[in-house]
């Protein structure tokens, strides 16, 4: 994860929340893992690692892995939760290490983050000739109900708030990933539908966690007014048996590096 973990965006983030009340980012993630299919000795970087999880399920395979995330309290808590792991707060639009890697990782982080073409100068600068990215983020219509029905209750109320997030589809990543001298051999945007933790509370609670951007413009005092609003817009749209199921989207990619590189 990164909020914009990487300094550019307002989201505060508690590492406690988000492996208390939030698990389903990395646990949805060991599928990237196995997309990634991490090999002995392989170094391998997960970007936006959040609190270290993933990180920790690459280090299984025994590739050299290191986590970095711009986020304080995230990259603290990874190191604390696992000691034997290398973990670096840096901004994912501007990093640069010694040795290259053979592979980039990445899920769940680079949605937060506007200046794509500062993230991908960086990753191809640390990937050897042909090493690999890959990484999944939200696409295309992702939370899209939810966006929605916080422009509409916030509107309601004179503010007009805006999606804070970069979700883009296949064809324009792909092309984003080609202009930057990668070669994409895999991309897929699919639904996920993703239910939810805390019961009724958990939309209000994934709006708590992750919100913060989207929420704003609207003042401290009238956002539980808004959220709300916003449970009761969509309550028989995404609520069933106790649970809130966010309309989730994401798009993976597996792309190499084909940019010729100078012998350092």
């Not at 029905?149 to 509107?155: C, G, P, S, T």
Request: charged share 25%.
């Amino acid at each position: 994860m990164t909020s914009q973990r990487d300094d550019g965006d307002e989201n505060a983030w508690s590492a406690d929340d988000y492996d208390g009340g939030h698990a389903f980012v990395f646990e949805y993630g060991e599928g990237v893992v196995d997309l990634l299919d991490p090999a002995p000795g392989e170094r391998v970087l997960d970007l936006g690692c959040g609190t270290g999880h993933l990180t920790a399920s690459i280090a299984d395979s025994g590739a050299n892995v290191v986590g970095l995330d711009a986020d304080r309290a995230m990259v603290a808590e990874a190191a604390r939760t696992y000691p034997d792991l290398r973990f670096v707060q840096g901004d994912a639009r501007q990093f640069a290490f010694r040795e290259p890697f053979d592979a980039v990782f990445s899920n769940a982080a680079l949605h937060w983050i506007d200046e794509q073409d500062a993230v991908l100068d960086s990753v191809g600068d640390v990937l050897r000739p042909g090493g690999r990215f890959v990484a999944e983020l939200g696409g295309t219509g992702n939370v899209e109900s939810i966006v929605g029905a916080v422009e509409a209750a916030a509107a309601e109320r004179g503010y007009t708030v805006e999606n804070p997030w970069y979700f883009p589809s296949v064809g324009e990543y792909a092309s984003l990933l080609e202009a930057h001298g990668f070669e994409v051999r895999y991309a897929t945007l699919f639904d996920r539908p993703t239910e939810l933790d805390d019961g009724e509370a958990g939309l209000a609670s994934w709006l708590g966690m992750f919100g913060d951007g989207l929420l704003g413009p609207v003042p401290e005092d009238e956002r539980d007014a808004v959220v709300a609003d916003v449970e009761d817009h969509l309550r028989k749209e995404l609520f069933a048996d106790g649970t809130w199921t966010a309309d989730y989207r994401r798009l993976r990619v597996v792309a190499r590096d084909g940019t010729s590189k100078p012998q350092k």
